[in-house]
């Protein structure tokens, strides 16, 4: 069983959408999750950080973390054509690297 | 602005080829990383460094070595090339500094074995 799970997708979704993307995970000890976005043909870069359990807003992009559930989630509101890319859940405990998750595609429709 | 710089964008190497890749970090970070990216598996992580000169296996350090001699910069060396290396090769760096050591992404280089 993989630490950390996400749907590959791809999810196709139509401009203005709210869009939800989800990882769980199994690891107790992972206290920092990131979600990066990756456009095709480039390295992934970072779209939002949280520390342990709670919700961060950034613009139109919340990130939910519950650790009881071990399970995270981002929102994304008023979905763009600009918003299609890989999104991956990413998270961390006591090592220096990342465990990633497999990616989600998502496409928004124009 | 961090940047990450991975030598290559596309390689095609043979069989049994000895393959350098090469990354370079320009903002001072303790950690660098590689990973590999393949369809339906995500990022796995090959190996990292803390500091010069040391190394820690990541999940898939089999047919990989790495080099840093230098703060800035990280190697991956595949011995001896084989078909199922084909793959995208990630690199990344990170400080040790505060909480949030998000990690900080090269483009990527394509390597094709054939």
């Known amino acids: 069983q993989k630490e950390v799970e996400q749907d590959p997708g791809p999810l196709s979704v139509p401009e203005g959408a709210i869009v939800s993307l989800n990882c769980t995970y199994s690891n107790s000890a992972f206290q920092y999750f990131m979600w990066y976005r990756q456009y095709s043909r480039k390295g992934p870069e970072l779209l939002m950080y949280?520390?342990?359990?709670g919700n961060k807003e950034d613009g139109r992009f919340t990130a939910q973390v519950d650790k009881s559930s071990k399970y995270i989630s981002l929102f994304i509101r008023d979905s763009q054509p600009s918003d299609s890319a890989t999104y991956l859940c990413?998270?961390?405990?006591?090592?220096?690297?990342?465990?990633f998750g497999s990616g989600t595609r998502l496409q928004v429709q124009p | 602005d961090v940047k990450v710089t991975q030598s290559s964008r596309y390689l095609v190497k043979r069989t049994g080829e000895k393959v350098f890749l090469e990354c370079v970090q320009d903002m001072d970070h303790e950690n660098m990383f590689w990973y590999r990216q393949d369809p339906g598996l995500g990022l796995r992580l090959i190996y990292f460094?803390?500091?010069?000169?040391?190394?820690e296996k990541g999940d898939i350090p089999e047919g990989y070595s790495v080099s840093r001699e230098k703060k800035e910069r990280f190697s991956l060396i595949l011995e001896s090339a084989s078909t199922n290396q084909t793959s995208m090769y990630l690199c990344?760096?990170?400080?040790?500094?505060?909480?949030?050591?998000?990690?900080?992404f090269g483009q990527g280089t394509r390597l094709t074995v054939v």
């Open positions: 460094s803390y500091d010069v000169k040391m190394k």
């Open positions: 949280t520390y342990s359990s």
């Open positions: 990413a998270m961390r405990g006591g090592r220096r690297a990342l465990t």
């Open positions: 990344a760096s990170s400080p040790n500094r505060g909480k949030n050591t998000e990690a900080f």
